[in-house]
């Protein structure tokens, strides 16, 4: 059965990581709030990975044009970047 991960929206919780291999470049703890992990790993999008415009990108939407697979053609609009964390316990009866 897949796991039925459920996102973590507008919640501070705390999560331990226990895989070794799940680590943050240059980061050392495996204790993090949501909070904190998403502005960590925002802070790394906005400065490594989008050259500018970040707020364009994750709030406002950068005007594109989307070419979906099937359609008849391009479609005008915004397209944004969101970043969710989901969690799914590992039976349903955790709390």
């Known amino acids: ?31 993090y709030t949501t909070h904190d992990f998403l502005e960590i790993i925002s802070s790394f ?9 970040f707020d364009l990108w994750t709030k406002t939407g950068a005007r594109c ?5 099937g359609s008849n053609g391009w479609v005008a609009g915004k397209i944004r970047v969101k970043i969710i964390l989901e969690f799914a316990p590992d039976d349903e009866f955790s709390n």
């Open 45 to 53: 999008l906005k400065n490594y990975v989008f050259a500018s415009g």
């Open 65 to 69: 044009n989307l070419l979906k697979i």
């Open 1 to 31: 059965m897949e796991p039925q991960f459920q996102p973590l929206d507008n919640e501070n919780h705390v999560f331990y990581v226990l895989e070794p291999q799940a680590t943050l470049h240059a980061r050392s703890d495996k204790t």
